[in-house]
Structures are given as C-alpha cells and as structure tokens.
C-alpha cells in the first residue's frame, strides 16, 4: 500500500511562489498517474495537474503557465512548482496517486479525482491579496 505525505504548503502573497512535495512510501509499479488536487471549503476536490508513470503532464487551465508538476522516481517524489501565485489558489493541496488508469492507444488516462484511491492528508496553502 502507498502512502502519501505532503510538505511545502503555508502562505503567500499575491505573486509569490510556493513549492509543495509529495513523498510517497511503497513502491508504485507499472503504469500509474500521480496528481495535485485543490480543496476549498463547501467543494469538492478539483484537479490542479497530474503526471503519468511515462513523465507525461497534464494541466487544468488555471495553473497553465503558472504550475509545473515534476516526479522524481528514483527518490520517489512528485513536486508542485507554484508561481505566479493568486488568491483564488488559495486551498488545501492533496497529493494522490491512481494505480490503475485507463489506456486509450499508447496513452494513459490519468481520470478525475474520482479515478484516484490513494490520498495524502492534505497540506494548506493561503494566498493573501
């Protein structure tokens, strides 16, 4: 079983940059996606961007240009770089994994949220005006 712990949440100005990490114990083999999800109280959890087991990223439209998500195999990391940083990316920031996703061709289908079984416990990030 892989566990998930976040590091590198707190708070912000406006403009300013945060860097989160994910640390993952247990060993994920075959293909996989890794992802970054934001919470804010009343919603559910939405993505920020993931990355399948091929290095290949995906970015939802509020953090293109802003975010870049990187994993590190060998240390078995997965980062959040942030920049650019506004109010509305204020929230709770989970890491999480998808061990089974789905296949269209070569390429793998990382999914929603809901696709994603294995969850950090969530670390905060506060971006002040």
């Known amino acids: 079983q892989v566990h998930l712990v976040e590091s590198g949440g707190g708070s912000v100005q406006s403009g300013g940059s945060l860097r989160l990490s994910c640390a993952a114990s247990?060993?994920?083999?075959?293909?996989?996606?890794w992802g970054w999800f934001r919470q804010v109280p009343g919603k559910g959890r939405e993505t920020v961007a993931n990355i399948d087991s091929n290095g290949e990223p995906t970015y939802m439209d509020p953090a293109k240009g802003r975010f870049t998500i990187s994993r590190d195999s060998a240390k078995n990391t997965l980062d959040l770089q942030m920049h650019s940083l506004r109010p509305d990316d204020t929230g709770t920031y989970y890491c999480a994994a998808n061990e089974r996703p789905g296949r269209f061709g070569s390429a793998l289908l990382c999914g929603g949220p809901a696709q994603f079984g294995v969850w950090g416990q969530g670390i905060q990030v506060t971006v002040s005006s």
């Open positions: 247990g060993h994920m083999s075959g293909s996989y996606c």
